[in-house]
């Protein structure tokens, strides 16, 4: 083999043509502005990141779209799951970097850009769908949907992904397939119910009795506490967690729902602490995401303050909006509000703890203790 049939460093990243991709609006007007080279080398990056969060989604969407998962195959989910959360990690700190273009070194190429935007990132949107955000819970853009700002051929592109089965979708078919929620004469839903009623009713009369208590303490407290009542009759009445979901407040069924719960309660016995990883995995890409447009939001306050953004938008004001609402993964959140003490859990029957060790098995064949 020659030299020239090795393969080279160069050749092989394409470098000729991804350094030939960094052109200046700035010096095609005939008015170099410096620091365009670094908005467009931060812009490209982010760009190269989110191409391979998409390579990750799109592994993570085949795997999880299956009817039956084996075990394995659920590890290697979580670990390009958790691999994502890191490449959140590496785009937040790039924020920094850009930041050490001041507004006034911005200006002297901003309006070079008009009228191109950020919210014109193709493939982040791409990640949005895939992930499975809900298009009703997205903030209008200009009084538009999210589309309307993209070409033709890129809002088709957006909108069939997000008629496509989605990892939301995936993970909720997952949950309602996990073993355990009943088993045998073990009924998870009514001992925890149960166990719940009896928790609360014991607030309750602590808060009665409690003697350092004036009325309107007392009042106050019970009210509170009755809040509490209703949030846990919103789960326990299926006709009220359904009505919710049609308002789309919820968004697993209850069936996962209650199994998301028993993974998260009994986090600690070995068959659930894969699926577990897997569920926080999912909440820390939520949070990864929301905490880049929060700091995104931040810093574009700080760079153009309270002008309209190029694209036409509010700009910081958009951002802080849509990382309140821009979550997939909601139910998961909540999920935390239904928790009890560790000492308070349901004790699990013998032949139910022997069950969730490292597996299981059904006739023949060894299944994974969740989502199988």
């Known amino acids: 083999m020659s030299d020239d049939d090795r393969l080279y460093y160069w050749d092989y990243l394409g470098l000729d043509r991804l350094l030939d991709t960094q052109h200046l ?3 095609q007007a005939g008015r170099p502005a410096h620091d365009e080279m670094l908005f467009i080398v931060i812009h490209q990056a982010y760009e190269l990141w989110f191409k391979q969060i998409l390579w990750e989604l799109e592994a993570v969407n085949t795997t999880m779209s299956q009817p039956h998962i084996a075990e394995r195959e659920l590890s290697q989910v979580v670990q390009r799951l958790e691999r994502i959360t890191e490449i959140q990690r590496v785009l937040l700190a790039q924020l920094p970097v850009l930041e050490t273009m001041t507004p006034l070194d911005f200006l002297d190429f901003r309006e070079f850009l008009v009228p191109a935007s950020g919210f014109q990132s193709v493939q982040f949107r791409l990640i949005e769908n895939k992930l499975g955000i809900d298009p009703d819970h997205r903030p209008l853009i200009n009084q538009q949907p999210y589309t309307a700002v993209l070409s033709d051929r890129h809002a088709e592109q957006i909108k069939a992904a997000a008629e496509e ?4 979708s995936h993970v909720e078919h997952w949950l309602e397939r996990t073993p355990f929620v009943q088993w045998g004469d073990f009924d998870f839903w ?3 119910r149960t166990t719940v009623d009896a928790m609360l009713e014991r607030e309750a009369r602590i808060i009665r009795e409690n003697p350092s208590l004036d009325e309107q303490g007392r009042a106050e407290q019970l009210a509170a506490h ?5 949030t846990f009759a919103t789960v326990f009445d299926r006709d009220r967690y359904e009505d919710l979901r049609g308002k789309r407040e919820r968004q697993f069924s209850h069936e996962a729902f209650v199994a998301a719960l028993l993974i998260t309660l009994y986090r600690d016995e070995p068959a659930f602490q894969m699926p577990h990883r897997l569920l926080t995995a999912l909440v820390d890409i939520d949070e990864g995401f ?9 810093m574009v306050h700080r760079m153009i303050g309270s002008k309209i953004g190029t694209g036409g938008t509010s700009g910081h ?4 909006k849509a990382a309140e609402r ?3 993964f909601r139910d998961l959140y909540d999920l935390a509000t239904y928790c009890i003490p560790r000492h308070q859990l349901p004790e699990l029957p013998p032949e139910v703890q022997q069950q969730l060790g490292f597996r299981f098995h059904t006739g023949s064949d060894e ?3 969740a989502g199988s």
Not at 165 to 168: C, N, Q, T
Not at 317 to 320: E, G, I, P, W
């Open 226 to 230: 009755d809040s509490t009542v209703q």
């Open 326 to 328: 821009n979550k997939a």
């Open 25 to 27: 609006e700035s010096e």
């Open 317 to 320: 004001r958009y951002l802080q």
């Open 165 to 168: 089965p989605s990892l939301l």
């Open 367 to 369: 299944t994974p203790a």
């Open 290 to 298: 929301t905490a880049w447009r929060q700091r995104h939001a931040l």
């Open 190 to 192: 009514s001992e925890y």
